[in-house]
């Protein structure tokens, strides 16, 4: 009998050349969460047995990369972008095996680079950078962690001031509250503030009544922070 292994793979038909290829996913059934912190990062029992690791799809034909959350359709001028800044400057590569957190990392790059081409959402290219900083906390590299939750915060006010995320799953307390937590985590008090305070001002309306509450724990967090700071 053939033993059932957490990965499986995934047959992907690339958005921009059209290539079939195969790319690793994990079995739900293996899968084993431990806990959310507090930017939503998940946390699973098995460091390796991390879906995460597996979210970029990258074809080894042109380099396009691109995630579940991306639009199908690539316009003309797009295409050209793509075709000039990334699939002629390419190297065949495949990503489909097993990945490290250092592998996973460089595949989160490069659907940051093909969603600014393609013009995506800034709520899409705001996962992805989320995501990244995530990867490198994993790995305790606080400065490249800290380098794209500023990209990441960045994002998720142009999200916020365009409203762009509407049927995405993500609402408007949780973009608020995102832009808090990641204000908090690079220490800016004063934004983190501003942005808590949206969040419970919002309470009266909200369905998301665990986002609340967490904010004001963060609130009370930050507060304390700040003295220390101070």
Known sequence: ???????????????????????????????????????????????????????????PECGFSFTDDFTKYIVPAQKLQIQEKLASQWSKQDFGRERS???????????????????????????LYLRTAWLYRSIENEEQENRFTTLALKEYINT?????FTGTGMSETKILYLIAELQLRLRHFREAASYFSKVLASQKNSVEPRIIELARER??????DYKKAT
């Not at 916020?160 to 762009?164: A, L």
């Open 101 to 127: 957190f250092e592998e996973a990392i460089n595949t989160y790059k490069l659907p940051i680079l093909t969603g600014t081409l393609k013009k995506e959402k800034s709520i899409t290219l705001a996962g």
């Open 219 to 224: 609130w009370h967090e930050m507060r304390d």
């Open 160 to 164: 916020y001031m365009k409203d762009d």
């Open 1 to 59: 009998m053939t033993e059932i292994t957490p990965f499986y793979q995934k047959k992907i038909e690339c958005l921009y050349c059209k290539s079939p290829f195969h790319s690793t996913k994990i079995r739900s059934r293996f899968i084993k969460f431990s806990h959310h912190e507090t930017d939503f990062r998940p946390v699973y029992k098995e460091e390796q047995i991390n879906p995460l690791l597996y979210n970029v799809n990258v074809c």
